[in-house]
């Protein structure tokens, strides 16, 4: 079955504790990228990367890390989080560049910040 | 001015009506469109998407672009209770630079179809 998986589904964390959280997708997907959704705010992508070792910011990047050392792999890296992180988070793919690619989303984790 | 704007809503309608939901976007470039689903606490899934001015109907949804306006549409016709749950619109960009295959969302549409 084709999906995008992400781990945890649930976390809740103190500031300053560095968390991953894991995004893989077993399409053979070139593209993939980190949105956050904010009540009001609608989903702002956080990074995205276009293939192995090539990534760039989005929309809302800063206090977030991201690497792409496998095609499946892309996890989102929070050095040292802050309550202003607390927010649902969706990792997604899509096959390539290509307008006509469907992006996929995973099931979403939703981070609290204490 | 925002890439794709949606009206908020609430939209409120009653079982076997039709539902319209609207969309506007700014670049005059944009080459796709999608209509996304997102009930609460779940994550987006796609139901359209539309690449060419005109009509694309898919069972009860129909997607409407018109590229001159600026304008993409989703009808969903015989409304059902099942169909509350807010509605995203996205558009991809035309290719350049920084903004290359990114797909930009719309805050959402709550639809809420009451029996």
């Known amino acids: 079955e084709a999906q995008v998986t992400q781990n945890p589904r649930y976390l809740i964390t103190v500031t300053g504790k560095k968390l991953t959280v894991t995004c893989s997708q077993n399409?053979?997907?070139?593209?993939m990228s980190w949105y956050r959704q904010d009540p009001g705010l609608g989903l702002r992508q956080i990074y995205y990367?276009?293939?192995?070792?090539?990534?760039d910011k989005g929309d809302v990047p800063e206090g977030y890390k991201v690497s792409r050392k496998e095609k499946r792999n892309f996890p989102l890296i929070l050095e040292s989080p802050s309550p202003n992180q607390t927010s649902l988070y969706f990792c997604?793919?899509?096959?390539?560049?290509?307008?006509?690619?469907?992006?996929?989303f995973g099931a979403g984790t939703r981070l609290s910040v204490l | 001015q925002k890439e794709v704007e949606q009206n908020s809503g609430p939209l409120s309608v009653p079982e076997g009506a039709i539902a319209s939901l609207n969309c506007t976007y700014s670049?005059?470039?944009?080459?796709?469109f999608f209509w996304y689903r997102q009930y609460s606490g779940k994550s987006p899934e796609l139901i359209m998407s539309?690449?060419?001015?005109g009509d694309k109907e898919d069972g009860r949804f129909t997607a409407q672009l018109n590229k001159a306006s600026q304008y993409v549409s989703l009808l969903i016709r015989d409304s059902q209770p099942s169909d509350s749950a807010t509605y995203l619109c996205?558009?991809?960009?035309?290719?350049?630079?920084?903004?290359?295959?990114?797909?930009?969302f719309g805050r959402g549409t709550q639809l809420t179809v009451w029996p």
């Open positions: 997604a793919s899509r096959l390539n560049l290509l307008a006509k690619n469907i992006q996929y």
């Open positions: 399409m053979n997907h070139e593209y």
């Open positions: 990367s276009m293939n192995v070792e090539v990534t």
């Open positions: 670049d005059r470039g944009s080459q796709s």
């Open positions: 539309i690449y060419s001015n």
């Open positions: 996205a558009v991809r960009r035309s290719d350049r630079g920084s903004t290359l295959g990114r797909l930009y």
